[in-house]
Structure formats: C-alpha cells, structure tokens
T-cell receptor, first 114, second 116 residues
Framework: GDSVTQMEGPVTLSEEAFLTINCTYT??????LFWYVQYPGEGLQLLLK?????DKGSNKGFEATYRKETTSFHLEKGSVQVSDSAVYFC?????????????FGTGTRLLVSP | NAGVTQTPKFQVLKTGQSMTLQCAQD?????MSWYRQDPGMGLRLIHY???????DQGEVPNGYNVSRSTTEDFPLRLLSAAPSQTSVYFC???????????????FGAGSRLTVL
C-alpha cells in the first residue's frame, strides 16, 4: 500500500539556519504530495502541495519539489525563525485509494532557538 | 466562518465508558474524516464519509462508530472505551477537489482523550 517515510526528529536549529526535512514515498502512479504543519496545541494546516512530477510547492518561505525519479518531496527553508517551531507532516493522496484518503508520515518536530 | 469545530477539547474516561466526540463544519464540505494521532505513528484514518448517509472504514476503525445524518456533522462514538484509545483525535473535512484543489483537508483543533 501507499506509505510515507519522514526523517526522525527532533530537528534542532538556530534561528536563520537552513532547514531540510526529508520525505520519501511509496505509491502507484503519480500521487499528490503535501506538507502539513502543526503548531503547538493546534490542528494541522496545509503548508504546501504539489500534484505532478517536477512541481514545486511553496509557501511562507518553505519549498518542496516533487521528484518522481527519487520518489521524494523534501521540505526546505533558507532561514528558519523561532516561529517555525512546529511538527511537520509529509502526506500523499494516491490512486490506490481513489484519492479519497491522505496517508501521513510520522511527523518531524522542528525546534528553532534564538 | 468557524471552519471545523470539535468538542470537547479534553475528556477523561474510565475503561468501558462510552462517549461521543462531536465534529461540525460550516463550509458545506462533502467529505469528512476522523484521524487519531499517536506519538511515533503520525495520523491514522479511523473513518470517513463522502456525503450524508455514506460512511466507510479507514485504517483503524475497530472500537469506533460513525454516522453522517447531515452534511455538517460527523460524530465519532466510542462504544466501550479502552486505554488503547487514549489519543488525540482530529476531525477533517474537504470540499470538492476541483474547487479546493487536490485532496486538501481542513482540520479541527483536536480532542485529547485519556482512558484510565
């Protein structure tokens, strides 16, 4: 079945450091790929998405590129802020479930210190 | 526009008790779903509904019941709570993909349930 693998956390960075959170997936065909973010005490919010190969999703300085050849969708940000501290989830929606369901990774906690 | 509203935010139950987690959305979304979030496991789908009167099982449906009598509401029932159901529960909804774009879910703030 479809699955998503994310790097283990927590990821601890200083403010203004470069961020990469790795995400790889297993799915049939061309799934849609997502990054969701969960701030403390809140529900998940969509951060960015990509629906076809080579698409780049971007939002709030975060970027991720849909790489079909490496089945990856790594999240990057050039300069993190303390306010970026949160849990980040990679997710996919694929043809195996008729695009009805989202399959989530286990989440990666990011801690940014001043 | 409230989005997705979940109640209660916190609940403590004893083993064997029953309860209902409420979920309501005011966006006229056809699709609604329930996930549970556990440490190291990410989010796992419990049940989902593609419209009023239609429900289906997700990845971890055992011990939970749902119904969808209206477009707005999608309650999750625990019939006989067990400690393994201690978790944070999220309700999420989605509009028509052509409008909302792909499978973009809107989440509620969550309900933290502890079963003793």
């Amino acid at each position: 079945g479809d699955s998503v693998t994310q790097m283990e956390g927590p990821v601890t960075l200083s403010e203004e450091a470069f961020l990469t959170i790795n995400c790889t997936y297993t799915a049939t065909g061309y799934p849609s790929l997502f990054w969701y973010v969960q701030y403390p005490g809140e529900g998940l919010q969509l951060l960015l998405k990509a629906t076809k190969a080579d698409d780049k999703g971007s939002n709030k300085g975060f970027e991720a590129t849909y790489r079909k050849e490496t089945t990856s969708f790594h999240l990057e940000k050039g300069s993190v802020q303390v306010s970026d501290s949160a849990v980040y989830f990679c997710a996919l929606s694929g043809v195996n479930t008729g695009f009805q369901k989202l399959v989530f990774g286990t989440g990666t906690r990011l801690l940014v210190s001043p | 526009n409230a989005g997705v509203t979940q109640t209660p935010k916190f609940q403590v139950l004893k083993t064997g008790q029953s309860m209902t987690l409420q979920c309501a959305q005011d966006m006229n979304h056809e699709y609604m779903s329930w996930y549970r979030q556990d440490p190291g496991m990410g989010l796992r789908l419990i049940h989902y509904s593609v419209g009023a009167g239609i429900t289906d099982q997700g990845e971890v449906p055992n011990g939970y019941n749902v119904s969808r009598s209206t477009t707005e509401d999608f309650p999750l029932r625990l019939l006989s709570a067990a400690p393994s159901q201690t978790s944070v529960y999220f309700c999420a909804s989605r509009g028509t993909p052509k409008i909302s774009g792909a499978n973009v879910l809107t989440f509620g703030a969550g309900s933290r349930l502890t079963v003793l």
